[in-house]
């Protein structure tokens, strides 16, 4: 299977996100479940997150969640919550065609950027970011906490 056989398509209903969700465990593994993933799903739909899937016939291939946001930094702008290609089909070309669509979406709904945060330790994904043209402008720092 190669890139240019998938298609794009928007998950909008709750069975389409179950089958997401063993591409998604990928790259979240705390998501407890289906149910929990679909739970989540929900809740973050109600702040406009959408789930965008790269399927071979039903087989999700590869997905992204994502959001309009803006600030005062950015302006308005794509934030990519979660990039991921199944990991027996990685190096095949569907994550460019992921992140090609991603950029084209942010275009379409009037966003001046594209912003994804990854952690320092993802190496392989620094390399895939800059070779689609993502670069390094920020480091996030954060704090846990407790209640």
Not at 1 to 22: G, K, S
Not at 34 to 43: G, H, L, N, P, Q
Not at 55 to 71: M, T
């Amino acid at each position: 299977m190669n890139a240019l056989t998938t298609v794009a398509q928007y998950i909008d209903n709750e069975n389409d996100v179950r089958r997401c969700y063993a591409v998604m465990a990928q790259l979240r593994p705390h998501l407890a479940s289906e149910d929990d993933f679909v739970a989540r799903w929900r809740r973050q739909a109600t702040d406009g997150y959408r789930l965008l899937a790269l399927l071979d016939g039903l087989h999700v291939v590869a997905l992204a969640g994502f959001r309009v946001q803006e600030n005062l930094v950015h302006g308005r702008f794509l934030y990519v919550d979660d990039l991921v290609t199944d990991e027996r089909l990685r190096s095949g070309g569907h994550g460019e065609r992921l992140m090609a669509r991603l950029k084209q979406e942010a275009h379409v709904l009037g966003c001046g950027k594209l912003v994804l945060d990854t952690p320092l330790s993802n190496s392989l994904g620094h390399r895939f970011y800059f070779r689609n043209g993502l670069l390094a402008s920020a480091l996030r720092f954060s704090i846990a906490i407790t209640q």
